[in-house]
């Protein structure tokens, strides 16, 4: 679409949150007639008020009109599932319906490189931004990652830029309403077993997050994680295909080579850093720095630009984030893990003992999985949210674990009974929901009990 095909459209945004209020106000700046309806009433509050006010946006919260099915188009907000009631009849009168990563996509007339996965998105989408801003772009960065992609372009749109790039973060919810989305960079990290609350099987869900590579033609990229075991049970058809690789044989045209990040290009080896330089502990972050490397290879042509971003890089707020030490007890905010996957890399970061807060909206995983993680290493299992029953119910007794109302008590018991050299490790393995707006919120929350704490010291 163009804005022609907007100007003057009755346009429906279901749902309030981030996106939603992003999508709002793209819509409205290129004309659209708009209509914000949540279903949740507790969601409306005085900002929203102003922000929907300032626009000229119609908005009801608490229930969806009948004028929502009058909608010439629909932006459906990530959270809300194919399966609800206003789902249905939205398809039962074929309304188009789409995302708002859809959405900001037929505006953006620049590259776009896409980041999904399971796991690393967040740390590879910021590891693409600073490589590409290294080089002398103007990285726009926006998705999943925490500013919606349309307020990311809204930015985009009020200064004109030089040598502009998107890089957006995109969830296999955000795919599963895309419709001409079609980056110029496809990046898919790994697959694993996540959201099983929300997909009817783990191949639906991987269905979803392949989607990614649906539009693509022959002037774009897919890449690929080699090491993963799950994309390669996938024939993949695409004309340019580049991978990265940690371990594989085969290894890729971002690689690990004898201790050696480095590139392949017209088949001569050019090394770029050697892999203890790289400022992000773990294997899985050497993973996730290949991936970036791979991905900007269509962008940045000299390996010393990409080794002097790689070098100036830092971590990212949630992520295996070190928040403090209090009483010898160092403690770490990974509130982004909120599936299995996620958990388990961050406790095989820590060989120390371990107390693990965990909990929260669960998302359907089997917790069984984490025992042989934790048996050698865990002072105790930390349960909070809702949960807690049932990870209580798949650990133990084969874990010590502990009930606790909220994350501040989990943090006190642990200050209470741990000893120096311990870690607390704040890694929920499940979504934020039940108790946060978001994984953000969560682990703010966590960041401020540690540094707010009486006696804390770095």
Not at 43 to 48: L, N, Q, T
């Amino acid at each position: 679409m163009n804005t022609s095909d907007i100007t003057g459209k009755n346009v429906t945004v279901l749902g309030s949150q981030r996106s939603a209020m992003g999508a709002a106000r793209l819509l409205r700046h290129f004309g659209a007639k708009v209509l914000v309806s949540e279903f949740d009433a507790d969601k409306f509050d005085a900002d929203k008020r102003q922000i929907l006010g300032d626009i000229e946006a119609e908005f009801e919260f608490g229930y969806h009109s009948p004028d929502v099915l009058e909608s010439d188009f629909i932006i459906v907000s990530p959270g809300i599932p194919e399966n609800a009631d206003i789902i249905q009849k939205i398809r039962s009168k074929d309304i188009p319906l789409y995302s708002e990563i859809e959405l900001t996509s037929w505006f953006i007339d620049a590259p776009i490189i896409a980041v999904t996965g399971s796991n690393g998105k967040t740390t590879t989408v910021n590891l693409i931004h600073h490589l590409l801003n290294t080089a002398g772009y103007n990285s726009f960065l926006g998705g999943n990652v925490g500013v919606a992609a349309s307020e990311v372009l809204l930015d985009s749109l009020s200064h004109k830029s030089d040598r502009p790039i998107f890089v957006l973060e995109v969830s296999s919810f955000q795919l599963d309403n895309i419709d001409t989305f079609k980056p110029d960079v496809a990046v898919i990290l790994n697959l694993t077993p996540d959201h099983l609350d929300r997909y009817s099987s783990l191949s639906a869900y991987y269905e979803s997050k392949l989607g990614i590579l649906r539009n693509l033609d022959e002037s774009d990229t897919a890449v690929i994680n080699r090491d993963d075991p799950e994309l390669s049970r996938h024939d993949l058809l695409i004309d340019n295909l580049r991978f990265f690789s940690v371990s594989s044989p085969a290894g890729g045209d971002a690689m690990l080579a004898e201790g050696i990040i480095g590139i392949m290009h017209d088949g001569e080896w050019s090394p770029i850093l050697p892999a203890k330089a790289l400022p992000l502990p773990g294997k899985h972050n050497l993973s996730n720095a290949l991936a970036a490397v791979a991905s900007v290879m269509k962008f940045i042509k000299d390996p010393e630009i990409i080794a002097q971003g790689l070098m100036t890089f830092s971590a990212v707020p949630h992520r295996i984030e070190y928040v403090g030490k209090i009483n010898g007890i160092r403690c770490y905010n990974d509130s982004k893990a909120t599936n299995l996957a996620s958990t388990e890399v961050a406790i095989q970061s820590f060989p120390q003992p371990l107390w693990l807060i965990l909990g929260g909206k669960d998302k359907g995983g089997d917790f069984t999985t984490l025992i042989s993680q934790l048996e050698a290493s865990t002072r105790e299992v930390l349960l909070v949210g809702a949960a807690s029953d049932i990870i209580e119910t798949q650990i133990s007794p084969a874990l010590p674990t502990r009930k606790v109302e909220n994350i501040e008590s989990a943090v006190k018991y642990c200050l209470e009974h741990g000893e120096a050299g311990d870690v607390l490790l704040l890694s929920p393995a499940c979504a934020s929901f039940d108790q946060f707006e978001n994984f953000e919120a969560r682990g703010d929350h966590f960041r401020t009990l540690i540094q707010n704490h009486e006696g804390w010291a770095m």
